[in-house]
């Protein structure tokens, strides 16, 4: 059972009316107290801890699984850059962002049991039951792409050179994780979309649109719409904190790398060739 009611007025009322707390998980029983508390502090901290896990855990496995699994013919090495000094990583919150509201509308559409466990009763509904789940999706968007930010600011790269050696297949040099962040980055762009989708279906065929009134419609659509500006500032935090533990990170990532047998330094160099004709 979806959990979609026949009116906007019911639903917006349900979200408003602040005696109607949102979660039994938050002691602080006021609704408008809740929505602070997550979207200014426990999502903040829920990306921050799947960053930590994800960096600092999966990374490492990362790491492993790539290196063992294509073998010896693929040179890895460790490409050292000059660390930027200033923060130019606001854009890695935009996909993590986008991918923990594709995990959202997965379980809001897939599992509404969980959400007699997590919602109020009296507060029962499809955004307030959104809202709720940020408190762990934004974390698991989060760790998904965090281990790639951890060994591609360490630098950890690999090339095909000796493999495509004697064929006419392309020299490559990529940082290690790079197609499994595309591949993220694929599901979370196109998988909102249609998840975006299906939730308007859903949304307009279950509810008495000749009853609606425009400003509430309006209203409806611009919060859950307004989402992914939401849980991306909310990102923020975690990337300004692993932004100034860089240093740390990067001489974590390298420690194991060099455990891996990861030590030599490779440059990578691009010249312009004039070719004749």
Known sequence: ????????????????????????????????????????????ISSLIG???????????????????LGPKILCGIQDRPQSQTFDKIS????????????????LFSAPQLFELIVNPE?????????V??????GIGTLFFSPTWFLSDAGIVY???????????????????????????G????????????????????????????????GTLVFFFGFPAFIFIAILPSLIILDLTKE???RFVRKVAKKMGITEFLEVSIEKVNLRS
């Open 159 to 185: 090339s095909n050179k000796k493999k495509v050696e004697g064929t006419d297949q392309p020299v490559e040099v990529r940082t290690v994780g790079g197609r499994f962040t595309d591949f993220l980055r």
């Open 248 to 250: 740390h990170r990067i």
């Open 92 to 107: 890695r919150a935009y996909f993590p962002a986008l991918m923990a509201l594709s995990i959202n509308f997965i379980i």
């Open 187 to 218: 599901y979370a762009g196109i998988g909102i979309v249609f998840s975006y989708i299906q939730f308007l279906i859903i949304y307009f065929s279950e509810t008495a649109i000749s009853v609606l009134e425009t400003t509430e419609l309006i």
């Open 1 to 44: 059972m979806l959990l979609f009611y026949a009116s906007s007025s019911v639903e917006l009322e349900k979200l408003f009316d602040p005696g109607k707390y949102l979660t039994p998980l938050i002691p602080l029983h006021n609704r408008w107290t809740q929505i602070a508390l997550i979207f200014l502090i426990l999502a903040p």
């Open 51 to 69: 960053a930590v896990i994800g960096g600092y855990i999966l990374g490492p496995t990362l790491l492993f699984t790539r290196k063992f699994i």
């Open 133 to 138: 789940l940020l408190m762990f999706t934004t």
């Open 123 to 131: 507060a029962m509904g499809t955004m307030s039951s959104f809202i």
